[in-house]
């Protein structure tokens, strides 16, 4: 058995159970579309889910620029989904 190194990033939903108690729905959906946006980025980079919560997600990459650059690409693409529904939850 070889030993692989895999760098991780993790992120998740800013005041999500405060957003769930707010409008359930509304969130999930949110969350969902988010992760939807993600999955193609992070595979273009060579990287992959590794596990996912409620709010949450586990990335893992074999190389640490492309998380560097998943990371950076991620936040761009939901800051841009966040400006369309101001009342949608913010990814940190």
């Known amino acids: 058995?070889?030993?692989r190194r895999i760098r991780i990033l993790a992120a998740d939903i800013i005041g999500?159970?405060?957003l769930m108690g707010e409008d359930e729905a509304d969130t999930a959906r949110a969350v969902r579309e988010r992760?939807?946006?993600a999955?193609?980025?992070v595979?273009?980079?060579g990287g992959g889910i590794v596990k996912t919560t409620g709010d949450g997600a586990c990335l893992g990459f074999?190389?640490?620029s492309q998380r560097s650059n998943t990371r950076?690409?991620?936040r761009s693409d939901h800051q841009t989904l966040d400006m369309n529904s101001p009342s949608?939850?913010?990814v940190r």
């Open 1 to 3: 058995m070889t030993a």
């Open 16 to 18: 999500y159970w405060r």
């Open 35 to 37: 992760r939807e946006a």
């Open 39 to 41: 999955q193609p980025i």
């Open 43 to 45: 595979a273009n980079l």
């Open 62 to 64: 074999p190389r640490l």
């Open 72 to 74: 950076s690409r991620s």
């Open 88 to 90: 949608s939850p913010k």
